[in-house]
């Protein structure tokens, strides 16, 4: 339940917010319906070798340089061979019987795309215990909700081959597919799911916008410059799918820091005033001063501490008192331009305030 708990939470920051939310776990019935119907097609069939057995075949069938398919043997056993297996304490893992030929589908990511079924091993639908892997629920219930678009990774093309006939076979059209490119890490290592310092929640808890981290994760590996998006909906018309790269996609953790940055520079008051608050800096003369100093919302909190210790949120006598040269600092009120934020404004203005006062070096920018 904490995982599923997460990922609902891990959906929520991000801005995705689901159509319908189903749990396999309540849906077997459904699934065992379809078992029995593959069965009673003649489509669904026990196997009996242990693992170690089946290792052993495709180490063979490698060594004499041969794909390491399985070789269907459980379909020749007789009654009697099976209930001697059975006898012996082996319960069946149960085979999806592929049919012959390929199947091939004009990918949104990638073309059209081709796979021989006959490359690949009938797969296991069901272990030995009696639970189903991935891949037969996921095609009862694509059919079920009517799915029309499945979107993920590459490295699941050759799955998608397998799923079409399994659609086939329990009466079901398939749906369109999208295989992207994979991300991974700097070093080249693919990047994980479980690799918990870029998990969702890792990131969250680092101070990560979540569209900084959703606008890396899409844009990176398309032909789209990497720019963060206001929202989901913006980023989902910023990118389609035939404009993801063949090649894998590099997550940098400088880029999402760089993405990170720009959109806090953006934020507005109203966004942050309530976590300003917590630090008694609910001021919008003051986010509006030092955001752009931030890569992280929390940065504000020390940037707060020497908000407090200049005696601000507005410039008064008291903030005087902190100077060490009162002259000074009314010299430099005096000499401060209409426009500080124009271009070259600092510099005529710590000329002007040389000149003024006879301060230079660190006298000045010291002070400043």
């Known amino acids: 339940q904490e995982f599923a708990d997460q990922i609902a939470t891990d959906m929520a920051w991000l801005g995705i917010t689901p159509h319908e939310v189903a749990r396999q776990s309540e849906r077997l019935a459904e699934y065992d319906a379809a078992a029995d119907a593959l069965r009673a097609n003649g489509l669904l069939y026990p196997c009996y070798e242990t693992g170690e057995e089946l290792e052993r075949k495709r180490a063979l069938q490698r060594a004499r340089g041969r794909p390491p398919v399985y070789d269907r043997a459980a379909l020749s056993l007789t009654d009697h061979e099976r209930k001697a297996l059975e006898a012996e304490g082996r319960q069946p893992h149960w085979r999806f019987k592929l049919p012959d030929g390929e199947r091939t589908w004009v990918d949104r990511c990638r073309g059209e795309v081709t796979v021989p079924l006959g490359t690949v091993s009938d797969p296991i639908l069901i272990r030995e215990d009696g639970s189903y892997l991935y891949t037969l629920p996921s095609v009862v219930d694509d059919i079920a909700f009517g799915i029309s678009l499945v979107i993920r990774g590459e490295d699941h093309v050759t799955n998608s081959g397998v799923q079409i ?21 700097s070093d080249g290592e693919p990047l994980s799911k479980r690799d918990n310092p870029l998990s969702i929640r890792a990131l969250a808890e680092a101070g990560y916008e979540p569209m900084a981290v959703a606008s890396l994760a899409v844009l990176v590996g398309t032909s789209k410059p990497i720019a963060p998006q206001p929202d989901i909906a913006a980023l989902a018309d910023a990118v389609a799918l035939q404009d993801v790269s063949r090649g894998p996609a590099m997550f940098d953790p400088a880029e999402l820091r760089r993405l990170n940055s720009a959109l806090v520079h953006e934020l507005a008051f109203e966004a942050v005033a309530s976590e300003l608050a917590t ?27 020497r908000w407090h210790e ?59």
């Open 165 to 185: 006939a399994l659609f086939e076979a329990l009466g079901g059209t398939a749906p369109a597919f999208a295989h992207h490119n994979l991300l991974t890490r």
């Open 310 to 368: 200049m005696g601000a949120p507005h410039y008064s006598a008291d903030a005087r008192s902190h100077i060490a040269d009162p002259a000074f600092f009314s010299a430099a009120l005096s000499a401060l331009p209409a426009d500080v934020g124009g271009e070259g404004a600092f510099k005529a203005f710590s000329n002007d305030l040389k000149a003024a006062t006879g301060a230079k070096g660190k006298g000045l920018f010291m002070q400043l």
């Open 279 to 305: 630090f008694d800096a609910d001021s919008a003369q003051f986010w509006q001063t030092i955001r752009g100093n931030l890569d992280f919302r929390a940065d504000a909190k020390a940037w707060a501490e």
